[in-house]
């Protein structure tokens, strides 16, 4: 009698799902594997599509654009938020931050740019106490930090928290240009490591442009999604603008909004359009 010979091999439409997963899970996964194997083409999307959901995804805590990607963030991902100086860029991270702290989650934000005292002041007036969350041990805050990204590695496994917010990237990787290769190592070990903690990441980049010119930087090709955030003027007005550019495996609404700083943080209101604002 002959052997019957067992296939291990799957065909390039299961391969990039499984693979996508395992990056996702940090590891080999044989149930996954085995599952895609043998099914036909509407079956595997039906099975990509049943992962994704059970994934799970994390609220932003702006209901709005939650409604924007099919309900949140999905959960491990790294999603870069980017935009000019003064878009709102850092009270989106923290807005981020305490919507999982409200959920019993742990943070850590990172940031390059402001110390931690003013950090915590400026979002006082949001209704946020970072103080409280710190001593009650929800918070972790590193403010104007010299620190490196094998640092953030290091704390990240220690602390063991469900959402990191980095403000910004480039301060963090700003060695020079005579350190690309450098850089994108590093980056590369930054990236693994959250996808291997099961983290669910905000990274902050800074733009010179605004959403009026279609042109992207390395940083926006490095994350699972990709939030554009902007200030224009509008009959005098200032108004800020937030546009979904990229969220994988999610549906998406790509218009621009508008949003407005409230004193519970960003709130996003209506579809922008160049007359939205014209008086009658
Ligand atoms: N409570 C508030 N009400 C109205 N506007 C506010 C309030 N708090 C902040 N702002 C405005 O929002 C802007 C953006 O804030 P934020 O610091 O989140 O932006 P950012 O993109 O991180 O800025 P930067 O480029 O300096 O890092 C501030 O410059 C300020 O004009
Ligand atoms: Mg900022």
Known sequence: ????????????????????????????????????K????????????????????????IPTLDQMIEGGIPKNFVVIVTGTPGTGKTTFGMQFLVEGIKNGERGIFFSFEEDSEQLANHCLRFGWNLREYAEKGQLLIYGLSMI?????????????????????????????????????????????????????????TEKTHGLEKKAFDQFDFMGDGLIFLDRTTVNDMDVFLIK???????????????????????VVSLDFSPGIFDIK
């Open 1 to 36: 009698m002959t052997k019957q010979r067992i296939h291990t091999t799957i065909d390039a439409e299961a391969y990039h799902i499984l693979q996508k997963y395992e990056e996702q899970w940090g590891g080999k996964n044989a149930v996954l594997e085995a599952a895609l």
């Open 38 to 61: 043998g099914l036909d083409q509407g079956h595997k999307a039906q099975l990509d599509i049943k992962i994704y959901e059970k994934i799970g995804r994390k609220s932003t805590g």
């Open 148 to 204: 490196t990204v094998n640092d953030v590695i290091e704390v990240v496994q220690d602390y063991k928290p469900s959402r990191i917010v980095i403000d910004s990237i480039n301060l963090l990787t700003d060695f020079g240009s005579s350190n690309k290769l450098r850089e994108n190592s590093m980056l590369r070990n930054l990236l693994k490591l959250l996808k291997r903690e099961r983290v669910t990441t905000i990274i902050t």
């Open 244 to 266: 979904v550019q990229k969220m994988r495996g999610t549906k998406i609404n790509g218009q621009t909004k508008v949003f407005e700083m409230t004193d519970q943080g960003i």
